[in-house]
């Protein structure tokens, strides 16, 4: 800390305003501090470590030089409210992103403001419901299939909005017949759909379903979690979705942090455009790019400044890093890698359905229980032994015991091996030897955590009488 | 791979797209780039925007340019924690379970609450996020929501945007315009019966300290919850804790303990509330608990009220967070210490004291409010605030930020702030900067 160096101000404020002794904060010296954190981050399984196989979250490689690119000064010292001609390349820098997420979506504008895919869908929602009410319509209810994440009914509820469920077909598909029976009601503000969806099934019906939406009124909103099954190969725009988010921390390979911070850009079409959040970039006449709130229908601010600018510069690393055919020989790669891990597995557990599938593949868990007493969740638990990451698991809600594997284009064939090799070492041992399986984990830093306790004996931070 | 598979080609794999849904054309991107051609590009692209020393920078309202030590950002650098993803599977995540555990605790022991959740994506979804809470705390039977005096423009915008459909009635009372500072009085005359929460921001956004105290005394008086916001967390090393004042829950964008101001995210939203509102909370929350042999570890507790459980009944539908922001927060605040955190704010102060003792002396140059101030300030000018501001940005000097850039009316008003940074020769610079621009 600088020392003080000007006179100490006078006191000016009510003395019951200030601080009556400092916050109670740790003392630590810098070394204890580098050492707790460096010990900390031995306790976690990252996309460093080894293929991580979450469903729907596509965890794919992280390239390192987008960090050294997000933290070069002229992106990470920048401030938001700088003058704006100085602040040009940054604009420029979103500008160009909205564009390439307009070219490999099909969608006709994006705002980059939201933070996450859940705020992305709260944005288009949001964009939704103010379309119908500018039309006078006051319509609630928004179908979801059951296969659906469940930020999608919650983002709905919020701004509303009736969610309601609609389900999913012996294919796995949304089921058509019960929408052209649901929507001619004249009641149903949009559907939220997930393509691929959340069990790496390809909606093929998705035209139809735009055609029967629009034909009554109404929105269809397209949850990108997904997109990395279609990169280069097909467009969401193209099949007629009105409303999609993307996740720049999936499918375009920013790193996800434990968490977050992530980015969930929309994009939308036709008559939708209008109603984009502010603040949108623009360039003007004296042909300076802008932050413009001019947009009278926008839905307005969704957060206060403009969306992770650091994560936006990342993705766009990462889109020219790649170039048009590398894209699309990501979202091939994912499905092939995807495709492969089922082909290898499909013999030792149940495929949650037959339909082909393209970056992603559900497996139940409910033979291998019967068969052994193992549920999902000790398979998964002994995978962590076998050194990995375990998948997905119980979701989506519709598989029982559901396993849901998503290994992404960055995983090398050997890997993928390693991988198959040790789930199917997991089903072998679960036949002979159950009680290991049920006890795992048994080599990770801790074994199973008891989460009951956790729920009935509230510990949500660390006070010195608990020490 | 193919063959092992049985399929003949890869196109074989995408045969469940049908071929009128496929783009059927390679798509119209740049690129692909070598690691130098990236370099060089993303690099012209940086080189576009003016960057100035923090010490030169005077720029604030929401986003702060503090120092932030070294090994802060060598420990996000680590893959092990920035590679990771959520902590679902808790015994290969208790890396980060343990960090958000400290987080919580960190943020607890800032504010003076009891309890404080995993982060929020920033501060004007926190905000958000914070009335939300207190709607839901009340059940749904009030839905009045007191804005009082002046919060971020920008938050406050959000809330309009969030509430739109969720049938809250806003009401909003104004600062007294001589001081900057909202008359308890005046809150407590606007909140009534069906009024779920007091909202106020102190230090406020014209960086006048609100007299928080009597605004919770005002909330509660009439069975409201009290909400402050805090955009400038570094306030809290001088200010008392909001939880020792009666506040019920603390919000606010934690930036300036951590991430770099990188032109506006990503941040960290901070959201703590007391005990008995634990369970109306938003977003993730790591517990501490044990596991079969008796060891100490963490997990996610309460998820029931969350979106992946609870669906369309959920408390909020934030999932993915800004997890990373609040490792380096927790780092920092580590760092820092009680005595850390003190000094800081002590400087802080000091110069953005002195920086008004100079600034004001120049002709035709005045604060515009009277109340008491941490180290934000609005000066009215004798022009509009953006040309002052892009004439110093020519000089290498960043600030004001003009009102103009969040209101109408105010044309020649510019807010500044300082920090430990912004040094006596700095404020010499900035001092003789705008005495040449005026």
Redesign the interface.
Known sequence: ??????????D???P?????E???????S?TE??R???R??????????GL?P?GS?T?KY?PR?N?????????????????E??????L??MRDLER?LV??SGMDAFTLVP?????G??TGM?MI??ALLHRGDDRRVVLIPDSA???N?????????T?EPIASDERGQVDLAALEARVPRGDVAAIMLTN?NTLG??E?D??RICELLHAHGGFVYADGANMNA?L????PG??GVDVLHLNL?KTFST?????????GPVGVRGELVDFL?VPRVVEGEDGLLHLSTDFPRS?????????????M?RA??Y??????????RAG?DA???A??V???LEDVLELSYE????HEVVFSGRRLEKETGCRTLDL??RL?DHGF??P?IY?PLIVPGALMIEPTETES?EELDAFVAAIRAVVEEAHRDPETVK?A?WT????????V???RQ?????EPSAD | MLREIGAASLDELLAPIPPELRLGRPLELPGPLSEPELLEAMGELAARNRVVAGKDSFLGAGAYRHHVPAVVDHLLQRGEFFTAYTPYQPEISQGTLQAIFEFQTLVCQLTGMDVANASMYEGGTAFVEGILLAVRQHRGKRRRVVVAGEVHPWYRDVLETYAANLDLVIVDVAADPETGRVDPEAVGAAVDAETAVVAWQSPNFVGVVERTDALAAAARGAGAFALQAIAEPWALGWLEAPGKLGVDIVVGELQALGPAVSFGGPYVGMLATRKGMVRAMPGRLAGMTEDVEGRRGFVLALATREQHIRRERATSNICTNSALMALAVTIHLALLGPSGITEGARVSRAHAHEALRRLAALPGVRRVHSGPFFNEFVLEFPRPAAEVASALAERGILGPVPLSRFRAGEERRGLFAFTELNGPAAIERLVAGLGDVL
């Open positions: 800390m600088p020392r003080l160096a000007v006179p100490e101000p006078p000016d404020l009510e019951e305003l200030r601080r009556s400092p916050p109670p904060l740790p003392e630590l810098e501090v580098l707790h954190f460096a900390l981050s031995h306790r976690n399984y990252s996309i460093d470590d991580l979450l979250c965890m992280n030089v960090e050294q690119l997000a933290r070069l000064p002229g992106f990470a010292a920048i401030h938001p409210l700088q003058p001609e100085t602040v040009q390349g940054a420029a820098l390439f070219e490999i933070a996450a895919g859940a705020h869908e709260l949001l419901r103010r994440h469940g930020t009914p919650a983002s709905a509820a919020f701004c509303g909005f969610p691929p099934i390809f093929s998705i035209a279609l280069g190969i097909s467009r193209d099949h921390h790193p996800h942090g434990g968490g977050g911070p992530g980015s959040p839905i307005g601010r969704v957060a206060a400044f403009y969306g992770n600018f650091g994560v510069v766009a690393a889109i020219l890093e790649m170039g048009p055919e590398g894209l699309r091939e499905i092939l890698a495709n492969y089922r082909k290898g339909t082909p599938t393209l998964a638990k962590i990451h375990p997905t979701f064939r006890g984990p990770a830093p801790v074994r199973r955590l008891d989460e306790k956790a729920n509230l510990v949500l931070r660390w």
